[in-house]
Nanobody, 115 residues
Framework: VQLVESGGGTVQVGDSLRLSCAAS????????MGWYRQTAGKEREIVEL????????NYRNSVKGRFTIPSDNARNTMYLKMNSRNPDDTAEYLC?????????WGKGTLVTVSS
């Protein structure tokens, strides 16, 4: 499975942004997809996961109510819609997917929230 993220950039505090993660290859084997983020000097942290049945799990209290993870299964694309951005959201955002035995990562897309 190959993953390609897009949609990153520099936004102002309070602005909205939508990231995309396009999956290709053996997408029929995908069990779940997720968004992670990482800043320099810190560990990568999970943001949200979406399972093959469409259920979404949010792991960050700081983004609850602000980030949503709609998916477009027909296009094998996962999105991360981010509202009310703040400087703490500045990070490299990475897409992840899990199949039966393998874990795949995209290369990431950088989001900078400017005040």
């Amino acid at each position: 499975v190959q993953l390609v993220e897009s949609g990153g950039g520099t936004v102002q505090v309070g602005d909205s942004l939508r990231l995309s993660c396009a999956a290709s290859g053996s997408t029929f084997s995908i069990k779940q997809m997720g968004w992670y983020r990482q800043t320099a000097g810190k560990e990568r942290e999970i943001v949200e996961l979406i399972s093959a049945d469409g259920s979404v799990t949010n792991y960050r209290n700081s983004v609850k109510g602000r980030f949503t993870i709609p998916s477009d299964n027909a296009r094998n694309t996962m999105y991360l819609k981010m509202n009310s951005r703040n400087p703490d959201d500045t990070a490299e955002y990475l897409c992840n997917t899990v199949t039966g035995t393998m874990v795949y990562w995209g290369k990431g897309t950088l989001v900078t929230v400017s005040s």
